[in-house]
């Protein structure tokens, strides 16, 4: 009798372990033909990430008592059409390559997302690699969520500078919602000695957001250190409004960098959901340089859930330069002033 209870006490404790701590392994598989056709030369490749961000991670949590919890995020992007890794930077410069340059050839980085975090009931603190407050709005007012051939413009022509999307060595916090508001403030280093010419790659972000029903707004700023006595400042601002028939989505992006004309970009867009599992991708977005060169994408895709966890899609994008600006899809390449369409045609799997 006495062994039977040592038993189930033992099982309970256990059990009460189990129940305060998680650990998940997670991840995506996306691949996809990929064709660009430009005016100067065509391309046409298996590639990866069209439609979700390719990536293998692990992440954690545990209860610590009295509303606090202790986590762990360690997300590595994965390029599954040829098996290699995605490189990372270590200090927010041209000079924090991995691996001198190495990308794809370093093996497996946590690039994607690599931080321990403690939160409660005051919020998030969260130390480590991790996307920016200025980038967040870039992925979230977009149609295409910043993947494949039919990402916004205003993302693709950034002048934002290693920092647009994700940053190392940062600390961040992230509030808690208050009445469909929400704060998340960070800073993050380049970690350079205090005699260094330059403090490059330090800098600071905030986004402020509104959250409530059908009703999504955030504006966000950001200011990252270059050079000696140069910077680069974001602005931007968005939102969506979901109709039920429709969600609508718009985001407006300015890059400024010291002595150099402001880069400007745009995104208007939606997600019409189709039955019974479909869903149509529409955006128009555009990028101007300050310098009269100026970007037009129209992308059009859609997107049908086989299950919960697979799903297959297409996505139809064209583009037209002006003012000697030359960008081109999917590898593809046109001269200045030129055009490019492009496509992706894949599926994506998540477990």
């Known amino acids: 009798m006495k062994r039977s209870l040592i038993a189930l006490a ?18 995506v598989v996306d691949a996809a033909v990929s064709i660009g056709n430009g005016d100067t030369s065509n391309k046409t490749a298996l590639t990866n990430s069209s439609y979700n961000s390719s990536r ?10 009295g509303g606090l919890k202790a986590s762990f995020h360690l997300e590595a992007g ?3 059409d040829n098996g290699a890794a995605a490189a990372t930077n270590t200090n927010n410069q041209a000079t924090g390559g991995a691996l001198a340059g190495m990308n794809g050839s370093q093996g497996l980085t946590f690039n994607r997302k690599s931080v321990v975090s403690v939160m409660g009931g005051m919020g998030e603190l969260r130390l480590g690699r991790d996307y920016t407050p200025q980038f967040w709005s870039f992925t979230v007012y977009d ?6 051939v ?10 934002g500078g290693f920092t647009i999307v994700r940053a190392s060595n940062s600390i961040g916090y992230i509030s808690p919602s208050m009445s469909g508001f ?24 905030i986004r402020v957001s509104y959250d409530q029903g059908p009703l999504s707004l955030a504006v966000a700023f950001s200011k990252t250190t270059t050079g000696a006595g140069t910077d680069v400042q974001t602005t931007n601002f968005g939102g969506s409004y979901n109709m039920g028939v429709a969600q609508l989505m718009a985001f407006w992006n300015k890059d400024a960098n010291t002595g150099a004309k402001d880069v400007t970009g745009y995104t208007i867009g939606a997600l019409v959901p189709l039955a ?30 086989m299950s919960k966890r697979t799903a297959v899609y297409g996505t139809f994008a064209s583009l037209s330069n002006s003012g000697g600006a030359a960008q081109a899809l999917n590898g593809a390449a046109t001269p200045a002033n030129g055009s490019s369409t492009g496509f992706d045609i894949g599926v994506r799997h998540a477990f």
């Open 10 to 27: 033992a099982l309970a404790v256990v059990s009460a372990a189990s129940a305060q701590s998680s650990v998940t392994m997670f991840g």
């Open 56 to 65: 293998f991670g692990v992440r954690g949590v545990e209860d610590l008592g």
């Open 78 to 80: 994965v390029q599954n």
């Open 143 to 148: 149609p295409f969520g910043t993947n494949g």
């Open 150 to 159: 039919g990402t916004t413009q205003a993302l693709n022509s950034s002048a």
């Open 182 to 205: 929400g704060v998340w403030a960070q800073t993050y280093f380049g970690e350079n000695a205090s005699s260094a010419a330059s403090q490059a790659g330090d800098g600071s972000a």
């Open 276 to 305: 019974p599992a479909g869903t149509v991708r529409v955006s128009f977005s555009n990028s101007d340089n300050g310098n009269g060169a100026k970007t037009d994408k129209f992308a059009l895709g859609y997107v049908y859930d």
